[in-house]
């Protein structure tokens, strides 16, 4: 079965950076749509990033400018790269793919079915 495993969370002081990982294996489509979610403490899971195939982008307004995603194909690794982090970024982010691939990436938890354990990432002031 396909399985999403996130790695590259850790602890950043504010204005930091880090890039979080998701290895995607056994995923038999050559076109995917995915995306990163998170979620804070008592807060509901929103999403941060998606992206698809055919080349489509979408960022949450609250991460425009300083997240950036990407996959390598042939590492089967969706990426999330986070600039400029802000104590607010703070919360368990999850890799997610909506399997089997149809419609539009979006940034809607609901249209996703696949997801990964998470990785905490924490922002201090």
């Known amino acids: 079965q396909v399985q999403l495993v996130e790695s590259g969370g850790g602890s950043v002081q504010a204005g930091g950076s880090l890039r979080l990982s998701c290895a995607v294996s056994r995923y038999p489509y050559s076109n995917y749509y995915m995306g990163w979610f998170r979620q804070a403490p008592g807060k509901e899971r929103e999403g941060v990033a998606a992206s698809d195939s055919y080349g489509r982008r979408t960022y949450a307004d609250s991460v425009k400018g300083r997240f950036t995603i990407s996959k390598d194909n042939a590492k089967n690794t969706l990426y999330l790269q986070m600039n400029s982090l802000k104590p607010e970024d703070t919360a368990m982010y999850y890799c997610?793919?909506?399997?089997?691939?149809?419609?539009?990436?979006?940034?809607?938890?609901?249209?996703?079915?696949?997801w990964g354990q998470g990785t905490q990432v924490t922002v201090s002031s």
């Open positions: 997610a793919a909506v399997f089997p691939p149809s419609g539009i990436a979006t940034l809607n938890p609901s249209r996703y079915n696949l």
